[in-house]
C-alpha cells in the first residue's frame, strides 16, 4: 500500500469519475471535484477515443498541476500504459488479469496477463498509482474473492472491484471478504458508492471511485452530491 498510502495519507480516499466527452466539460467536472473536496479525479472515456482523453488530460493538467489526476482508457485495458502521459497520477483498468479457473474439485487463478503487464510496467517509465479491476462488474464471476484479492494484492497498488453493474453497490460480504484478502496493498470500489451507503464500506474499503451516485447525469457532476459524499466519507 505504500505508493497509495504516501499519496493519500487519510483513512479513506474519494477519487470522482468524470466520463469526459470534451475539455469544457471535462474541466468544468475536476473543478467542481476540487473545490468540493475530492481528492483527485478518474477520467474516463466512453463516446470518445483515447486520443482525444489524453489531449484532455493535458489540458487539465496544465490548468490543474498539483491535482490528482487519473486516466481509464476503455478503448485500451491494459495496453494505456504504452500511451499514457509519464505524469499520469493513476491508471486504472477494468480488467487486471487476475482471472479464476476451475481445477476438479477447487479454484485457481491464471495469472499470466496481471504477470506480463506488472512487468511492462517495472520496464516503463510510469511511477503513477495502478488500480487493477478485480472481481469487476461485465466480467466472469469470481467465486472466491478473498482469494482473488490476495493474489492480486501481488501486482497492483489498489485493488478495484465493483458491485454488478454501473451504479450497482458491491455486495458487502464481498467487500468484507477481499478486505481480508489484500497484502500491503488498498482496496477502492468503484460502483455504487453514494452519501447514503458509504458509512456501509468505510471499514472494509480505503478508497471510492465514484461516479453515478454523486451526478446529475452520465457526464455531469452534482456540487452538493460530491460536498455530501465527503462529508460522509471524511467527516
Same mark, same amino acid.
Given at each position: 500500500?505504500?505508493?497509495? &498510502?504516501?499519496?493519500?495519507?487519510?483513512?479513506?480516499?474519494?477519487?470522482?469519475?468524470?466520463? =469526459?466527452?470534451?475539455?469544457?466539460?471535462?474541466? *468544468?467536472?475536476?473543478?467542481?471535484?476540487?473545490? +468540493?473536496?475530492? %481528492?483527485?479525479?478518474?477520467?474516463?472515456?466512453?463516446?470518445? #477515443?483515447? #486520443?482525444?482523453?489524453?489531449?484532455?488530460?493535458?489540458?487539465? *493538467?496544465?490548468?490543474? #498541476?498539483?491535482?490528482?489526476?487519473?486516466?481509464?482508457?476503455?478503448?485500451?485495458?491494459?495496453?494505456?500504459?504504452?500511451?499514457?502521459?509519464? $505524469? @499520469?497520477?493513476?491508471?486504472? =483498468? %477494468?480488467?487486471?488479469?487476475?482471472?479464476?479457473?476451475? &481445477?476438479?474439485? +477447487?479454484? /485457481?487463478?491464471?495469472?499470466?496477463?496481471?504477470?506480463?503487464?506488472?512487468?511492462?510496467?517495472?520496464?516503463?517509465?510510469?511511477? !503513477?498509482?495502478?488500480?487493477? !479491476?478485480?472481481?469487476? &462488474?461485465?466480467?466472469?464471476?469470481?467465486?472466491?474473492? *478473498?482469494?482473488?484479492?490476495?493474489?492480486?494484492?501481488?501486482?497492483? $497498488?489498489?485493488?478495484?472491484?465493483?458491485?454488478?453493474?454501473?451504479?450497482?453497490?458491491?455486495?458487502?460480504?464481498?467487500?468484507?471478504?477481499?478486505?481480508?484478502?489484500?497484502?500491503?496493498?488498498?482496496? /477502492?470500489?468503484?460502483? !455504487?458508492?453514494?452519501?447514503?451507503?458509504? *458509512?456501509?464500506? &468505510?471499514?472494509?474499503? %480505503?478508497?471510492?471511485?465514484?461516479? @453515478?451516485?454523486?451526478? %446529475?447525469?452520465?457526464?455531469?457532476?452534482? #456540487?452538493?452530491?460530491?460536498?455530501?459524499?465527503?462529508? /460522509?466519507?471524511?467527516?
Amino acid at each position: 500500500m505504500s505508493s497509495f &498510502k504516501s499519496r493519500f495519507s487519510n483513512e479513506h480516499t474519494l477519487l470522482a469519475v468524470v466520463h =469526459v466527452e470534451g475539455g469544457v466539460q471535462a474541466f *468544468r467536472n475536476t473543478k467542481i471535484a476540487q473545490e +468540493e473536496g475530492a %481528492d483527485g479525479v478518474f477520467l474516463i472515456n466512453h463516446s470518445i #477515443p483515447y #486520443p482525444s482523453l489524453i489531449e484532455v488530460y493535458l489540458m487539465i *493538467r496544465q490548468k490543474m #498541476p498539483d491535482f490528482w489526476i487519473g486516466l481509464n482508457c476503455l478503448d485500451l485495458g491494459r495496453h494505456a500504459l504504452d500511451y499514457i502521459p509519464k $505524469d @499520469t497520477d493513476g491508471l486504472w =483498468v %477494468d480488467d487486471a488479469g487476475i482471472n479464476e479457473i476451475s &481445477k476438479g474439485l +477447487e479454484r /485457481a487463478f491464471s495469472l499470466e496477463e496481471a504477470r506480463k503487464f506488472s512487468e511492462e510496467r517495472q520496464k516503463s517509465n510510469w511511477n !503513477g498509482i495502478y488500480f487493477g !479491476g478485480v472481481a469487476f &462488474k461485465y466480467q466472469n464471476q469470481v467465486v472466491n474473492a *478473498r482469494a482473488a484479492a490476495n493474489v492480486a494484492s501481488t501486482f497492483m $497498488d489498489v485493488v478495484t472491484t465493483s458491485g454488478k453493474g454501473t451504479g450497482q453497490a458491491a455486495e458487502l460480504d464481498k467487500i468484507r471478504d477481499m478486505s481480508m484478502g489484500i497484502n500491503n496493498c488498498a482496496l /477502492a470500489i468503484a460502483s !455504487g458508492i453514494t452519501p447514503e451507503n458509504v *458509512r456501509s464500506y &468505510k471499514p472494509y474499503a %480505503d478508497c471510492f471511485l465514484v461516479a @453515478t451516485g454523486i451526478s %446529475d447525469s452520465h457526464t455531469e457532476l452534482n #456540487p452538493a452530491k460530491v460536498r455530501s459524499l465527503v462529508k /460522509a466519507l471524511k467527516g
